[in-house]
């Protein structure tokens, strides 16, 4: 496929799943467990859905907001980057499906990156040291609650992928 000029390699975007995001960090959802009935029977509570990990070097856990554009598909993949401190989930508010872009190991390779469509209703958490794109949005204007970590110490790396760029694209155009 050719973007700007330049070819790149396709990659489709699978549905998120905890089994195929397992090596990446942990799917925030309910449904999978029974949960507990809380606060007279009005509510269900599901607790442990992520391993927050935010306490490296002296960092403690910090709740942001983030409103961000959708991404037009298909989506160039360029760069990725990493946070070796800490751990960083992303919870959708209002049903906003968003991109996962994720590759495993201490060096980005393009044939092992993937890519993951949530379902609106699914958040993440990038385990510590994943290799991850920045937040992709799809279809409009989205806000997600993001628990990172914020404290001293450089949390952010960063990998220009250079002449293995992918173009990442929903599958069936969903």
């Known amino acids: 496929m050719s973007v700007g000029g330049r070819d790149r390699r396709r990659l489709d975007a699978e549905p998120l799943t905890r089994a195929a995001f397992a090596p990446f960090g942990d799917v925030i959802g309910a449904g999978e467990e029974p949960g507990r009935i809380i606060n007279d029977g009005r509510a269900v509570r599901f607790d442990d859905l992520a391993k927050v990990e935010v306490a490296a070097d002296g960092g403690r ?32 508010l209002g049903g906003a499906r968003f991109l996962v872009v994720v590759a495993p190991g201490a060096t980005p390779i393009a044939r092992e990156i993937r890519a993951f469509v949530t379902n609106g209703r699914q958040g993440i958490n990038f385990h510590r040291g994943i290799w991850h794109h920045p937040l992709l949005a799809l279809d ?16 952010l790396e960063w990998f220009e992928l250079g002449d293995e760029r992918l173009v990442v694209t929903l599958e069936s155009g969903r």
Do not use: K, M, Y
């Open 140 to 155: 409009r204007e989205s806000e997600f609650v993001v628990i990172d970590r914020f404290g001293p110490g450089e949390n």
């Open 61 to 92: 856990p910090t709740i942001a907001l983030f409103r961000t554009e959708p991404a037009t598909l298909p989506v160039s993949v360029d760069a990725l980057e990493r946070h070796p401190l800490g751990s960083q989930a992303f919870v959708p």
